[in-house]
């Protein structure tokens, strides 16, 4: 058997519906334990968290609560916000937003519970800074017995975030800058070189150096640093797509109600919906749905709490509302935002050839319909590379926290090293075979986490009920 047909065998498995279903399924349970706070209590969750943006801490190894939520959110907010929700529901069809929307609901409560465990089970590394996550939770919370679990997570960790958190996103930077660079006709592109039987063209050389240049400049300067970058980007970028995307979707207005119907109708009957489109099951429509959905907020992922676990927040139930709101951010607003994009642009007379694969070329020409094709490929090009720039910032912080936990502190800085070679690599390779091995050490990644959660759950839960009450 071939290694492609290995890897997408697993991706069957990690991302299949029964893993999908223990995922939200555990949503569901600890959403019903804690009383649904993510309905009944989202004016605290809203209070606790944009309430406290303009908070301001000092202390080495920490990081604001607002930071912390942005350092999460800014690997979240990535290019599957983009691409990742074009092509579930090109796969999927329209029905794929509304299982979506579904695994975000019961995914605020996943998140609230893994950051609230990370803050709780935390400690402090050699260097004063405050390291947490599943690994943490793991090893503090249920005992050395269990180290085995977190030596697990941090491997797949540590290892997807050369993929999934890094030469994927900077392969879609440099994509989508030259995708830009053509549509102006831009001469630089005429250059190129070649690696690996591969035509690489030297924009892609330049941009893989720059970014890697950017991180490294962030990530040498610590946890603080991070904050501080990723509480000034993450606003500004999601503002950008939100501001151009809302313009795209009002001047399509009348399309809106034919958008709403055409979802809600495809989500129990795909065939119906779009005509009959081939390979398009409900089974199909709730995969995609629900696996791009927790593909993008990472609730269950076990990814975030690493980064909450740096805040100067000592409440856990009060960091882990920051969780809650960070799914709604990310899925029930960028996510819902880019569908209806896509979807104006098909009533619109985009071509959606529904059942294969797409990318954010359907996006970008869904943006040509109001700004015109040379400021529509500009604006993506811009809000993918802010956004696959953020998803890469904050994945070497999780990388390098796995490969600490692994390797302990002294063998961090050949991680952070090699992370940066890799981002110049993967600016200028195709990379099909390691978006797949990617996917798949990413929901690899789920098991050990769910497993803790599950286990460590009454403790979430009575901290909860306790707080509310």
Known sequence: MTLEKIVSHLNEIVWGPVVLAFLVGTGVYLSYRVGFIQFKKFTTVIKHTLGR?????????????????????????GTGNIAGVTGAIAIG?????????????????????EVFLAVKYREKNKHGDWVGGPMYYIKNGLGEKYNWLAVLFCLFGALAAFGIGNMTQVNTIASSINTALQSYGIEIMN??????????PVSSLIVGVIVAGLIG???????????????????????????????????NIKFVPSVIMLIFKGAFNAQAAVGGAVGITIMTTIQRGVGRGVFSNEAGLGSAPMGHASTSETNPVKQGLYGIFEVFADTLVICSLTAFILLCGYYSGVDIVWGQ????????????????SHVGSLLIAICISLFAFSTILSWSLYGTRCFEYLFKSKAVKMYQIAFLIVIVIGA???LSLVWDIADALNGMMILPNLVALILLSPVVIKATNDYFR
């Open 191 to 200: 250059a190129s070189f070649t690696v690996m039987n591969q035509v690489v």
């Open 217 to 251: 400049l962030v990530l040498f300067g610590g946890i603080q640093r991070i904050g501080k970058v990723a509480e000034l980007l993450v606003p500004f970028m999601s503002i950008l797509y939100i501001v151009c995307g809302l313009a795209v979707v009002v001047c």
């Open 53 to 77: 943006v303009f908070e301001k801490n000092n202390n080495k190894g920490e990081i604001t609560p607002f930071q912390a939520m942005t350092t999460a959110l800014s690997a979240t907010v």
């Open 428 to 430: 200028c390779l195709k």
């Open 357 to 372: 694969g797409a990318g954010a070329e359907l996006i970008s020409a869904s943006f040509s319909t109001v700004f015109g």
């Open 93 to 113: 069809g329209p029905g794929a937003v509304f299982w979506m929307w579904i695994s975000a609901i019961f995914g605020m409560i996943t998140k609230y519970a």
